[in-house]
């Protein structure tokens, strides 16, 4: 479902905008968003920061699991 916002964004932007709830994907994902995207808008930067440091510690623990198997 595209929301209001997805739709100013794109129009304003000219380009394709992906909208999402970055707490909600998976680890993975997580960490490829830090590393490839870039946010538009950050109201508060020590929570953009601690969910970055967290994502980062969320995927060494996972790199680490599955390297066991």
């Known amino acids: 479902m595209l ?4 739709y ?3 129009g304003t932007l000219a380009t394709r905008v992906d909208l999402l709830n970055a707490r909600e ?3 993975v ?3 490829e ?3 490839a995207g870039r946010p538009l808008y950050c109201a ?5 920061a601690e ?3 967290t994502t980062l510690s969320h ?3 996972l790199k680490k699991s599955r390297k066991k198997l």
């Open 25 to 27: 994907v998976s680890t």
């Open 51 to 53: 969910f970055e440091i």
């Open 59 to 61: 995927y060494q623990k």
């Open 8 to 10: 100013a964004l794109t």
């Open 33 to 35: 968003i830090i590393e």
């Open 44 to 48: 508060d930067d020590e929570a953009l």
């Open 3 to 6: 929301t209001p916002c997805h």
């Open 29 to 31: 994902f997580q960490k």
